[in-house]
């Protein structure tokens, strides 16, 4: 789980150890004050994964909007372009709303694609699979997910599998770590995307 006010501590804990360099995944702006006390100190940051405005000397990551086009072009062709779709992942966060927002814009092209919204799972699979849980139960029609954080897709997959709709329901996800591939070549999840 995120948690910027220890991230913000733990920063400014490094900044007096004089660190050689800080590589800071960018959870959220509010750590910029953070990384620019570090920039200040002389000590090169780097920010990864989502970048923040800051004096930071480098960010390093993924075109996420470019992620979330890939998830939406694989979508449409998994559901037929036509259904209910949604998108879980963190709200809020630069790199997950590019993701979002590159998703969107492909499902823009489908009418008959209905969007049903995008939803906060911490990057929890316990809170992704009971909200992919009410959503099916809300939404029994309901065509696919597009997931953006590494435990969205298996969570979202193991509610899927509870509701016995393994093959109905189409699954996209970030990563190629071992429970997103074994999901994978078992049929629940359709397709990841991968970082270097």
């Not at 360099?21 to 570090?38: E, F, S, V, Y």
């Not at 990057?123 to 909200?131: C, D, H, I, P, V």
Request: proline share 6%; aromatic share 8%.
């Amino acid at each position: 789980e995120w948690d910027v006010p220890a991230q913000i501590q733990t920063i400014e804990q490094l900044i007096g150890t004089r660190p050689t360099g800080l590589l800071i995944n960018g959870t959220d702006p509010g750590i910029a004050q953070a990384i620019n006390k570090a920039v200040e100190a002389g000590i090169p940051t780097v920010v990864y994964d989502s970048d923040i405005p800051s004096k930071r000397h480098a960010f390093l990551g993924t075109d996420w909007y470019q992620v979330g086009r890939l998830q939406g072009e694989y979508m449409a062709r998994l559901i037929g372009g036509r259904g209910k779709v949604a998108c879980l992942g963190i709200l809020g966060m630069s790199n997950q709303e590019a993701g979002f927002r590159g998703f969107l814009d492909v499902m823009k092209r489908y009418p008959a694609v209905r969007f049903i919204g995008q939803f906060e799972d911490k990057s929890n699979l316990e809170l992704a699979a009971k909200t992919a849980a009410d959503l099916l139960a809300a939404h029994p029609d309901l065509a696919g997910f597009a997931c953006f954080t590494d435990p969205t897709a298996p969570g979202v997959a193991l509610a899927v599998r509870e509701a016995g709709r393994t093959g109905k329901v189409a699954i996209t996800g970030m990563n190629f770590e071992p429970p997103q591939l074994r999901l994978l070549s078992e049929g629940v999840i359709s397709m990841l995307v991968g970082q270097k």
